[in-house]
């Protein structure tokens, strides 16, 4: 996640009803204006908004509970090849079947 991308990142931003009307999710969508942006059905996480990073490789990183200005600040960094995973985002992280399961859900939305 740490390297410059040539092109413009993917990423999918999950658009279900709790992420939708979380106060921060505009904030979140206009964070992601250089980027391709994916906008998925409902990921079952429901700890809105929820990003996942790179969804179209193997270590595909889905991050919940992104509120804050400090995580929104974060997310672009990462975006932009800047850092990696800060430890504010590690531990918004979703791992085990969470994650399988939102990437599951989301597969659809990215085959398009």
Request: charged share 35%; glycine share 6%.
């Amino acid at each position: 996640m740490g390297t410059k991308h040539a092109t413009p990142p993917t990423v999918g931003l999950c658009t279900g009803k709790d992420c939708r009307r979380s106060p921060e999710f505009p904030e979140m969508k206009s964070a992601l204006s250089r980027c391709d942006v994916v906008e998925t059905r409902c990921l079952d996480i429901c700890d809105g908004p929820v990003l996942i990073l790179d969804p179209l490789s193997d270590d595909a990183v889905v991050l919940s509970k992104l509120r804050s200005p400090k995580d929104v600040r974060d997310v672009r960094r990462v975006l932009r090849g800047h850092v990696s995973l800060t430890a504010r985002l590690e531990k918004r992280r979703v791992l085990g079947s969470k994650r399988r399961s939102a990437l599951r859900r989301a597969a659809r939305s990215f085959r398009r």
